[in-house]
Nanobody, 122 residues
Framework: QVQLIESGGGLVQAGGSLRLSCAASGRTFSNYAMGWFRQAPGKEREFVAYVARSGGSTYYADSVKGRFTISRANAKSTLYLQMNSLKPEDTAVYYC???????????????WGQGTQVTVSS
């Protein structure tokens, strides 16, 4: 497995922006399709965004489409999630994941980071 460490979470007001990062190590980062998931209190972990190994294809959950942008820098072994126009319902722990497919169920993912908390105040 590839080791994943997320950063960049925090507290932001509604309408604000945050950029999450996920630093990968241990394996060749460019060999893995990557994604972001999130888990709000009392809810199941859900798919947020996917990026292909080359960065050429991306997919988003309907709830974040047009507001979030996933990207990757293979030379830096880093995954990003730019989050704009944040809403209180975006409040969750955000996790990066390796070796996924678009819209994959979180139950099938076995390579996770530790998560970073994002809190959006109204």
């Amino acid at each position: 497995q590839v080791q994943l460490i997320e950063s960049g979470g925090g507290l932001v007001q509604a309408g604000g922006s945050l950029r999450l990062s996920c630093a990968a190590s241990g394996r060749t980062f460019s060999n893995y399709a990557m994604g972001w998931f999130r888990q709000a209190p009392g809810k199941e972990r859900e798919f947020v965004a996917y990026v292909a190994r080359s960065g050429g294809s991306t997919y988003y959950a309907d709830s974040v489409k047009g507001r979030f942008t996933i990207s990757r820098a293979n030379a830096k072994s880093t995954l990003y999630l730019q989050m704009n126009s944040l809403k209180p319902e975006d409040t969750a722990v955000y996790y990066c994941a390796a070796d996924i497919i678009p819209y994959m169920s979180a139950r099938l993912v076995d390579n996770w980071g530790q998560g970073t908390q994002v809190t959006v105040s109204s």
